[in-house]
């Protein structure tokens, strides 16, 4: 089984996601911060069941798209995936600060 690492970054932008949403409801602010981590579950026995995030056409860096939010996730080893960041999918990736780029 894959352990599945959180990193500081990804917590921080679930926290200012939950944030926002609870502005108009702390409920579906909890609903939402609770389908990041389902989302998430699978990676633990399938690491690559994500797509390739084509701005990065890396094989390690990969994503699961949930709703209008791409969680973004590097394999690091065959028992680690550190989940990078989550990123509201109208916005640009090359504006978040969590990622470098992987070439």
């Not at 579950?41 to 390690?60: C, D, Y």
């Amino acid at each position: 089984m894959v352990k599945v690492n959180w990193t500081l970054q990804s917590i921080h932008d679930i926290e200012h996601i939950a944030d926002f949403i609870a502005l108009d409801s702390e409920r579906y602010a909890e609903i939402q911060v609770q389908r990041f981590f389902d989302a998430v579950e699978i990676l633990e026995t399938q690491p690559k069941a994500g797509r390739i995030v084509p701005e990065f056409n890396n094989q390690a860096v990969r994503e699961i798209i949930q709703g209008n939010y791409r969680i973004i996730y590097r394999i690091v080893s065959a028992d680690l995936i550190d989940v990078l960041t989550v990123h509201h999918s109208r916005r640009l990736l090359s504006n978040n600060p969590a990622l470098g780029r992987e070439e």
